[in-house]
Structures are given as C-alpha cells and as structure tokens.
C-alpha cells in the first residue's frame, strides 16, 4: 500500500511540473511569458525602450510634473503626429492636433483671454481682448511654427521625444516584483529602489512598457492601445480660425505652460 501511494504522490508532481517549479514548490511567476522577466533589469529597460521606439501607435494617459507644473494628458501618438487633450491645475483644458509639420489648438475662450499681447504698445484693451479670444473659442488655431510655444506644445504630440523623455530611470536599475497593468502580467523595473522611478513591462508578447512612475514623484503615467491604428487628419477650414496679430498663445506661468514634460 505504501508503494502505491508513492506511486500515486509522484504522478501528481509529474502532472503538476508544467506550472510548479517542484512539488510542494512556489508558483513560477514567468511561466508562460515572453521571458524578459527573467533577464537582468537594464536589459529589461532596453528591450522595453527598443519596443516603444518599434510601435507605430501609442495611448498614454495619467499625469506629469515638470517644470513646476502638473499636466493631466491624454494622448494618442503615431510616429507623424498625435491628438488629445492636456490640462493642468487650475487652468483650462485644451485639445492639440499634429498632422506632420502642421500643429492646431483648440481650446475655450478663457484659454485666450489669458494670452499676453505681442508687446506693451500693441496691447489690446479688455474689451477687444475678450472680443477676439470669442472668436476663438472651441475653434482650431493653427499654431505658427516661429511661435514661441510651436516647439513646446509640438513636445506633446511628439511620440518618441516624450517617451524618451518619460521612460528613462534614475539610478541603479534593479529587477522588481511580477505584477499586473490592466490585466496583463508585468515586470518592475525601479531605479535608485524607486526614488529613481519605476517602470512596468509587459509579460505577454511584445514587452511593451505597461505603466511608468516618474523620479521624484513626478507623476505616473499608463501605455495602452500599442500598434492600435487610429485616425489624424487635419481639421476643416469651418473647424479653424486665424488668431491674429494681436493674441499670443498663452505659455509659463499661472499653470498654463506647456513645458515639455521629458524632464524633471
């Protein structure tokens, strides 16, 4: 009788081998996966980099601190452009478009209302002011590329500068616990033991970069949708209006900049 119950206590660690280490033993956290969770966590980085420079589309959400202010963003990035929406505390929403070369804005009237005049003698009275930020409400302005803020606002929509700019940790670089983004199996990857950010990988297929903690607790943002086409196309002339020489599009202070948030 003994013999067969030994018999019997090894078929069963033979039948459960393929998702147990050993008999008895702790689940294996990578079986199943595409292997980069057992790989050391600077090559877990790179190939996570490597993937998100590949893919032609991106969703990323959450917040930013950069700059000294904090931007809720919401974009949808391809490698010739992008649109969403940024905000930023106590400041108003706005809405970008990039298609190439060529940037728009949309945004409500008490976005422009705020926009200084190009100079003191060229000021504008209040009244005019708000007159023309009303015409611009809810419209797509396109933004000049010799406009101050082009450059600034065009960081945004621009997938591999910001992903660059957001992806990248601090310090030593350690291999972190499994875990789980939306559903799917993760990696963590955290820099200077999470003072330096953390970065979460995908398990599953291609290891795209899932969820991303900035350094210094400068917001935290998610990656979805990678590969997921999605359309950009300029927007009608009846969608679009001409800002004029006398309003300038709001950057820096009063939480309406529009600082790259690549950096910290």
């Known amino acids: 009788m003994r013999t067969r119950n030994a018999a019997v206590v090894g078929a069963l660690c033979v039948g459960l081998s393929a998702v147990l280490t050993a008999c008895g033993g702790s689940e294996d956290p990578d079986a199943g996966t595409n292997g980069v969770g057992k790989l050391e966590a600077t090559a877990i980085q790179e190939k996570a980099r490597t993937a998100a420079r590949g893919a032609g589309t991106v969703h990323l959400s959450g917040n930013v601190v950069s700059q000294g202010h904090t931007y809720r963003i919401d974009m949808r990035l391809k490698k010739n452009g992008g649109t969403g929406r940024v905000s930023s505390s106590g400041a108003s929403d706005f809405e ?19 926009s200084p005049s190009p100079s ?35 960081g945004f929509t621009d997938k591999d500068v910001l992903l660059d700019g957001l992806l990248g940790l601090h310090g030593k670089l350690t291999r972190g616990e499994h875990g789980a983004v939306g559903g799917v199996r993760t990696i963590r990857v955290t820099g200077a033991g999470g003072s330096g950010g953390t970065l979460d990988v995908s398990l599953t297929g291609t290891p795209y970069p899932l969820r991303v903690q900035r350094a210094g607790g400068a917001g935290q943002l998610e990656l979805a949708d990678w590969g997921k086409d999605f359309a950009l196309a300029v927007p009608d002339k009846g969608q679009t209006v001409d800002y004029g020489q006398q309003m300038r599009i709001p950057t820096g202070g009063g939480g309406q900049g529009a600082a790259l948030p690549g950096g910290n």
């Open 96 to 114: 970008l478009l990039r298609v190439g070369d060529d940037l728009y804005l949309r945004a409500p009237a008490g976005f422009w209302s705020r």
């Open 120 to 154: 003191a003698s060229a000021s504008a009275s209040k009244g005019d002011k708000a007159a023309a930020a009303g015409k611009l409400d809810d419209k797509y302005v396109k933004v000049p590329s010799d406009d101050p803020a082009y450059q600034q606002f065009k």
